[in-house]
Nanobody
Framework: VQLQASGGGLVQAGGSLRLSCVAS????????MGWFRQAPGKEREFVAV????????DYADSVKGRFAISRDNAKNTAYLQMNSLKPEDTAVYYC??????????????????WGQGTQVTVSS
């Protein structure tokens, strides 16, 4: 499975961005889709996930109420709508696809495939 992430950029604090992740696999709906981020000098951390069948989502506490994950299985695409952005949201954002159990949704080990990353920079 190849994943192509896009939508990053430079935005002022309080602004919004929408990230997209397009998958090459037509069985896209069989994968949990997650978003992680990695800031310089830090480990990759969980941001959000949407279950393979859609509907069920989960978020890191730091983004709850500000970010929203969704998917369009007909377009093999997952999205991350990011609102009320803060400077601490600055990072490279990666999308991941995985078939692991839902219990692994918050860990990088729960994902088999990764996109190339897209840079999000939030200025104060």
């Amino acid at each position: 499975v190849q994943l192509q992430a896009s939508g990053g950029g430079l935005v002022q604090a309080g602004g919004s961005l929408r990230l997209s992740c397009v998958a090459s696999d037509p069985s896209f709906s069989n994968y949990n889709m997650g978003w992680f981020r990695q800031a310089p000098g830090k480990e990759r951390e969980f941001v959000a996930v949407i279950r393979r069948a859609g509907g069920i989502t989960d978020y890191a506490d730091s983004v709850k109420g500000r970010f929203a994950i969704s998917r369009d299985n007909a377009k093999n695409t997952a999205y991350l709508q990011m609102n009320s952005l803060k400077p601490e949201d600055t990072a490279v954002y990666y999308c991941g696809a995985g078939r692991a159990a839902w219990s692994s949704r918050g860990s990088v080990v729960g994902y088999n495939y990764w996109g190339q990353g897209t840079q999000v920079t939030v200025s104060s």
